[in-house]
């Protein structure tokens, strides 16, 4: 059964959705003034991880954390090392945006024996292997099959044409919103007719990438009106390959994505981009009332849900300000 609990006021607009209660079989974490505290960030690369970064060294100051923050650059294996690195130096607790879903189970279950705390932040590993309550304490983070259902819903909602071929840009192999992101949307698009996915491919979450695979699907598929891309990176890497191309993106292409970035925000005012499901980076402030909660001994939720809003032309001007 499912239990919702709300945090504490200081999390206004996000939700706690139980998947299981942590505490029984995690790593307890004493409660101190000063913490030492490990964040792996898995790569630096995009505004997003950024954002999320600076929140984590932001908080440091007002959560009396002393951080230990690394940047994998991209790698799964140098995510895994930077988290022995941050055990062998003593942190209290660490925060973990696993890059994929397998290959960073052997930093959790490491931790766990090293009798450290993980919260696990914006992604999640594969819960089959690694489960909250037990190997780690919660999974702090949006709900990506939800950010997928939205992105199709405003698709279905907006689209004008008779029939919809999509060309869907998939996040990071293996990782959790790539996985979720495109079951929410692959099915949800599936219960209209009017949509065809004729091509689906990675593009690594990044802006390049997303540009280069834009450019070869085009030429395979010419007759392409609408891009999903599971990240504003990627769907502002496709508008520029559209563009190249002669065609018009928010025009003769209808553009669909996920994240909330300024560049994002500002695509949708000038027109280019329909619409962008928000998937917030700022987890410092989260990661500290968690945190703090913990080492009180209250029960934390295995599933600590953010709350997502939905930018398009309606509102993107009203939030450009506070975008990354
Ligand atoms: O895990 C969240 C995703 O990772 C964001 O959507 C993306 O931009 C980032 O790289």
Redesign the pocket.
């Known amino acids: 059964m499912k239990r919702r609990i709300i945090l504490g006021t200081a999390l206004t607009g996000l939700m706690a959705l139980s998947t299981g209660i942590a505490g029984a079989e995690t790593p307890p974490l004493e409660q101190k003034d000063r913490y030492k505290v490990g964040f792996a960030q898995?790569?630096s690369n995009?505004?997003?991880?950024i954002a999320e970064t600076k929140s984590f060294h932001d908080t440091a100051k007002t959560c009396n954390w002393d951080l230990i923050a690394t940047d994998a650059a991209g790698s799964a294996a140098k995510q895994v090392a930077d988290v022995d690195s941050m055990i062998a130096q003593g942190i209290d607790v660490l925060f973990l945006?696993p890059r994929e879903e397998k290959p960073l189970i052997p930093a959790v279950m490491k931790a766990k024996a090293a009798g450290i705390p993980t919260f696990l932040v914006?992604?999640s590993v594969d819960p089959n292997v690694a489960k909250p309550g037990e190997h780690f304490v919660a999974f702090l983070?949006?709900d990506?099959i939800d950010q997928g259902e939205r992105a199709a819903d405003w698709l279905i909602a907006n689209f004008e044409g008779d029939k919809g071929v999509i060309v869907e840009l998939e996040?990071?192999t293996g990782?959790?919103?790539a996985n979720d992101?495109k079951k929410g949307f692959d099915d949800q698009i599936a219960t209209d007719d009017r949509f065809e996915i004729v091509a689906s491919q990675t593009g690594d979450?990044a802006r390049d990438m997303g540009r280069q695979v834009m450019e070869t699907l085009l030429q395979a598929h010419p007759e392409v009106n609408v891009v999903y891309a599971?990240?504003?990176?990627m769907a502002i890497g496709a508008i520029q390959a559209l563009e190249l191309a002669g065609r018009k993106p928010g025009e003769d292409v209808t553009i669909v994505s996920?994240?909330g970035?300024r560049d994002a925000l500002q695509a949708i005012i000038d027109g280019k981009m329909g619409v962008t499901v928000e998937?917030s980076?700022f987890f410092g402030p989260l990661a500290c009332e968690v945190m703090q909660k913990y080492a009180a001994g209250e029960e934390i939720p295995g599933w600590v849900q953010v709350k997502d809003r939905v930018f398009t032309v309606d509102n993107a001007a009203d939030h450009i300000d506070e975008a990354y």
């Open positions: 898995m790569e995009n505004p997003w991880r945006p914006d992604r983070g949006s990506f996040g990071t990782s959790s919103p992101r979450f599971h990240n504003d990176e996920i994240d970035t998937s980076p």
